[in-house]
């Protein structure tokens, strides 16, 4: 069964970085969300595996980066200037699909067990 395995979570103070990974096989879209306590799931960030086109949150737009290894199957997410808004549970996802609303949580069919990242003021 394919899974999806996060790591790269830990606690930061605001101004910080951090960088997850996400070890999976390829997929057509690949994704970073994050639900914080009490919170519905956002999405953070996507990319089309194949085009390496990539989306990104209002949120986060010049302080993280998704990119993809392709040798590694590894896809990452680099946060940098982090800010205490940042502070969630953060989840990879994956889907075969085509098409989709890349920041819809219901278009994603394989998800990791998510890592946190906590980021202190």
């Known amino acids: 069964q394919v899974q999806l395995v996060e790591s790269g979570g830990g606690s930061v103070q605001a101004g910080g970085s951090l960088r997850l990974s996400c070890a999976a096989s390829?997929?057509?879209?690949m994704g970073w969300f994050r639900q914080a306590p009490g919170k519905k799931r956002e999405g953070v960030a996507a990319i089309h595996t194949g085009a390496a086109v990539t989306y990104y949150a209002d949120s986060v737009k010049g302080r993280f980066t998704i990119s993809q290894d392709n040798a590694k199957n590894t896809l990452y997410l680099q946060m940098n200037s982090l800010e205490p808004e940042d502070t969630a549970m953060y989840y990879c996802?994956?889907?075969?699909?085509?098409?989709?609303?890349?920041?819809?949580?219901?278009?994603?069919?394989?998800w990791g067990q998510g890592t946190r990242v906590t980021v202190s003021s």
């Open positions: 996802a994956a889907t075969m699909r085509r098409v989709i609303s890349w920041s819809t949580p219901q278009f994603y069919d394989l």
């Open positions: 390829r997929f057509s879209y």
